[in-house]
């Protein structure tokens, strides 16, 4: 029963019933209920040779969890969880570990996390100088301009397949499968906000990234938010590992050294791709 609802087991019982106005099928069913109140079946319990998953909540308000107890003693093999809920019926409070539970003693694993993980090209941008330009036209131009920039960058990313990840204010973070059609975008975007007078600078990095609730996360994100900040104006930068996955594809680079990534291990070898 709901948490909220605390009363006698017989009224509770009966309140679950469906409501009836015909006075005769209303009767029939308080009837039912209360036979099935006198129902024992204690004697049968040894008997049963069926794999047996017994759940009970700790909380139950209708029926003591101690009845549980006793089912698990006696059927022989019985497995016995006991969730916390204060709820009698399994639809409330503690549905997840009902169904997790039931999934675990049917297919005899725990059920699979609820993330999974893949090797993504994250893409980081940002527009160059967007403070200076935003005091130098006003904040009503500088918003209409900032509108036309991501129209312009999200139609490169739907051409070029590539998943708006979200933005940060003055630029996106993207994803994509392949390293070589994310460096093609970058390249894209950086020629097509030129036509609004704006400069962008574009990081790509490619590495294994957390994926929960279709949101991205990991190590990958930082390394590229790194990157990109080392990009030139106008510029897309890319670690080795971008650059080492393209090799064959006619795409040309620049080697630009190693650098230290603010936060992160070791110095990075980056390459600017050349336009």
């Avoid at 009966?14 to 209360?34: H, M």
């Avoid at 993330?115 to 935003?134: E, Q």
């Avoid at 005091?135 to 131009?141: C, F, H, N, P, T």
Wanted: charge should be neutral; hydrophobic fraction near 40%.
């Amino acid at each position: 029963m709901p948490t909220q609802a605390r009363r006698s087991p017989r009224r509770v019982l009966f309140c679950l019933q469906p409501i009836d106005l015909v006075p005769e099928t209303s009767f029939l069913r308080r009837k039912v209920a209360r036979a099935n109140l006198e129902i024992d079946i204690r004697q049968l319990l040894p008997s049963i040779r069926t794999p047996t998953l017994i759940l009970h909540s700790t909380g139950d308000q209708l029926i003591s969890p101690e009845a549980g107890r006793f089912l698990a003693r006696n059927i022989p093999g019985a497995q016995l969880v006991e969730i916390q809920s204060a709820d009698h019926l399994p639809f409330f409070e503690g549905a997840e570990d009902y169904l997790r539970q039931i999934q675990k003693f049917v297919t005899g694993a725990n059920p699979l996390p609820e993330f999974d993980s893949r090797v993504c090209t994250i893409m980081f941008t940002d527009i160059v100088g967007s403070t200076d330009r935003a005091v130098a036209i006003g904040d009503q131009r500088y918003t209409d301009l900032l509108e036309s920039h991501h129209a312009k960058v999200r139609s490169e990313l739907q051409l070029y397949r590539g998943q708006e990840i979200n933005t940060t204010g003055d630029g996106f973070v993207a994803s994509f499968d392949g390293p070589a059609r994310a460096i093609r975008c970058g390249l894209a975007i950086t020629k097509t906000v030129k036509e609004i007078g704006l400069n962008v600078r574009v990081g790509l990095h490619t590495g294994e990234c957390d994926v929960r609730a279709g949101q991205l996360s990991g190590i990958a994100l930082n390394i590229a938010a790194r990157v990109g900040a080392l990009a030139p104006p106008a510029g897309v930068l890319v670690s080795q590992t971008v650059r080492d996955l393209v090799a064959g594809s006619g795409l040309q680079f620049k080697d630009e050294g190693y650098h230290r990534l603010k936060g992160l291990p070791d110095e990075w070898r980056l390459f600017e791709v050349s336009q």
